[in-house]
């Protein structure tokens, strides 16, 4: 990418380029910034939470404020669920850290930014933990994951740990309306408050949504736009899904599965996970059906790591929906 | 129903002099554990499936008043896993000996060369350990002693081999079971089955339960639907003969000759359920099942192909007759989606480049608002900023929305 090219996402244009930018993180930042004073001091990363907090974000400004300019001949960026398996981050990783060992300025190591680490199987973590020992003198990972407890525990140990939270809502809106306003688009309070309650704490989810709006009507965003946004690009299929198989019709919500699986191409734990976000949204459901559905929804999420085939967890899933629904028709 | 129990399990030996075949085996392992200073703390046991391995340990624990703590390849043996059974297991020997008739504990790995290199991280590392450390007798059991990956068990353990069993003894060994089965059976039809097991007393014993079945008379003429092992049997019989079986033994033997692919098979199993069980509550405990077997193949992983009779057991269980589909529909859908789905993924592939995402996060939190903006004006710069091909552009905005 050329220096100069202008980012058309505004996800990109707007990402803070340092750490001084960073919405909201307060006491984060104010403890990198103590490593930034002395590289030499910054030991492993591992950075957790929910996505669009800004975790990547963070990373990235990190590798900026060590290596300035030339970052990205320093750094080396993996994503985890991309890369086809543990050898393919050994060789790389191997590869990087034996070409970039010049050291830059008072920086000594070169660094690796590992995304969605917790995709990582255990044994690859294992395999990983192996890595960070003996590139150990020539770089540094940051490595960045939704759950911490999905990481293996030699590794957390390894590791400073900095936990992000959802964003507040506040700083959301601000942020928001400010990108709104270096865009010349103008955007109402209220179609703000909508974005970012839609997003629950997801900043990136946020400003793509408000990116999207804003082609709706030239230069303008109000309420109405915003919930149109929303409802065409939040997962129909999944909700209908649910609803299948809470009726009981389990082989239609299976055919449907089969085609989230094979004309999407999703993976069996995104799935899950959208599942788990539409399940709390469903009115018809009492907070106590929630609840043990979403029992459920943990006990296959774990079997899907486990097995070999995610359809068939997946239907496995189905069908206890179907008999949770069953249930409640016949008690109604 | 006497289908209920399976004879290897109903007639499994009780003492050692049960166990048939293997004579010098079973004596240079008798030997072994009843010799109080053991040069060898650890016996590898090893030779192929059903002759008598896990029988004749088993046997000899109950026979010698041992204690048997017992991992095989149904439960996860990484370095802790193992550490966490073994390591009590093999150190309170002396407590055990004193206040019971025991002879303490004995701890009997079985299936060692399941312990798969990739799930099982640092197990056999941890075998080793626990036999070097142990108090009590370490028995391991293996079907190829030739595994690489066996190689440093094989230098602390006294190796005892194990081969098939002969023919007329396995002959004799069904006569006793058909005899307290209350089946007359033809002499010929007992050797037909012993002849086809190749010396495998396991599924000679399967194969007879299920050839009897509720038949009080057992004749050579029943013996022929008996299928060579060696032999292939398609997915479409396999599939058609599993469904129609009646009973545990007669799928459980016919999976044992199958050498379909178990992911097609249980994907296949997988399809069929919702036209067995119409009760959604049947469906979610027959699907259970299934989860179940699944998780427990991914475990196994694809090294192994024998120790999938575990999964036979607990899949089988839940089956009865009933018509069925084929091939398994996941198999089509993909089939004929494939082309899609790769352009989706290409798609995604060039949004996750530009925008340090990864491509399952650019599949959910872009390409839903990309193909919106897409749809309002064909022409955005967004397209060639994320270097998108015109087919790719026309893919995102005729696709469905998910």
Redesign the interface.
Known sequence: ?ALD?E???W??KY?PKNLGEIVDLRDIVESLKAFMRNPKTMPHLLLAGI??TGK?TVA?CIARELFGQNWKTFTL?L????ERGIDTVRDRIKDFSRYSRAAFGNVPFALVIL??SD?MT??AQ?ALRRIMETSARTCRFILICNQSGKIIEPIQSRCAIFRFSKLDKKAMTEHLLCIAKKEKVILSVEAADRIVEYSEG?L??AI??L??AS??REGVVDEKTVLQ?IG???????QLMINKALN?D??EA??MM??????????GS?IVR?MQRELLKLSYLSAEEKAELTNVIGE?DF?LT????S???L??LL??F??V???KGESN | MKNDLLWVEKYRPKKIADVIGNEEAKASFAEWLKSKRRIKKAVLLYGPPGVGKTALVNAASNEFDFRVIEMNASDTR?EKAINKVAGPATSFVALDKFSTESQGNLLFLDEVDGVAG??D??GIGAIIKIVEESRVPVIMAANDPELEKLRPLKKVCLLIRFQQVRIPLIIAMLRRICAKEHIEAEFEALERIAQNSRGDVRSAINDLQSLAGEKRVLTLQDTMVLRSRNKDISMYETLKGFFSAKSLAEAATLLSYSSVDY?DL??SV?DN??RRYLD??E??T???F???A??F???IGTENWHLLRYFYNCLAESFKPFEFIFPP??II??F??KS??VT??GIC?KI?A????????A????V??VK??LE??ES???SS?FKLEPEEVDYLIKM???
Not at chain 1, 306 to 309: H, I, S
Not at chain 2, 363 to 366: A, D, E, L, R
Request: net charge positive.
């Open positions: 990418m090219e980012a058309l996402m996800v990109e990402r996505p669009g990547t990235l960026e994503n985890a669920s991309d995304d969605e995709q255990g044994p294992t997801d990136r989810h793509n949504a990116q999207t082609v709706y946004v065409e690009a939040s997962p129909k299929q999944v009981g389990f082989i299976r055919k089969y085609d989230l699986i094979g004309t999407y191409g999703f993976s995104e959208q296959y079997r486990q097995g070999a085939n359809d068939i967890q239907s496995a069908a206890q179907a008999k629904g069953k249930s | 990484t990739k799930e991280r640092g992911d249980l994907l997988s359920l919702p959604p509550v469906l979610a027959a699907y259970d299934v989860s179940q699944d998780v193949r991914g475990k529909i996941r859908t993909l004929w989606t899609k789905r989706l993924e592939a996750a530009r925008c340090h995402v990864s491509r399952e996060t599949k959910h939190s872009f839903p608002f919106i903006f309002r004006q955005n710069p967004i900023w469905n929305r998910y």
